[in-house]
């Protein structure tokens, strides 16, 4: 390589980087922007096994939940729950870890399919929540007595 190609190739390379950046940027203000997205904490199980906490994006939609992971370019959400699905929700208060901070819920929501998700939220997504639930149209909800 001669010795003008080289900086030439690292300034692609950056370029290619910024651009990225500024990609992942607007796709996480083009969801948060939407209306009925909240942050939300999800537990997620790792590729080995274990399973963890991550925080992202859930959005509200009509007949379901979505949650989108944050900085990344993937336009579809991770994890989709449909109301559907959705057997039963337990909630329980989580006290603020720090002095003055504002407490949270955590919800465990059980599937169809035998699958529990559960995700940590604040008090004010967490009555939001609540309302979507209790929201839904007539016979969209497992075990809807209309």
Do not use: H, K
């Not at 329980?92 to 819920?105: K, N, Q």
């Not at 559960?118 to 009555?127: E, F, K, P």
């Not at 016979?139 to 809807?144: H, P, Q, T, W």
């Amino acid at each position: 390589m001669s010795d003008l190609s080289i900086p030439i190739l690292v300034l692609g390379i950056g370029m290619l980087l910024v651009v990225a950046a500024a990609l992942v940027l607007l796709r996480q203000l083009a969801i948060a922007r939407r209306r009925g997205a909240f942050e939300c904490t999800l537990e997620r199980r790792g590729l080995v096994g274990g399973a963890g906490w991550q925080t992202g994006l859930m959005r509200f939609g009509t007949d379901r939940l979505r949650w989108f992971r944050p900085f990344s370019l993937r336009l579809r959400p991770e994890v989709v729950i449909r109301r559907a699905d959705i057997l039963d929700v337990s909630r329980r208060r989580l006290p603020s870890r720090v002095e003055g901070g504002a407490d949270s819920y955590l919800l465990e929501f059980t599937l169809r399919e035998g699958r529990t998700v559960r995700a940590i939220v604040d008090i004010v997504s967490g009555a939001a929540l609540n309302s979507w639930l209790e929201a839904a149209p007539t016979g969209l909800v497992l075990g809807d007595a209309d």
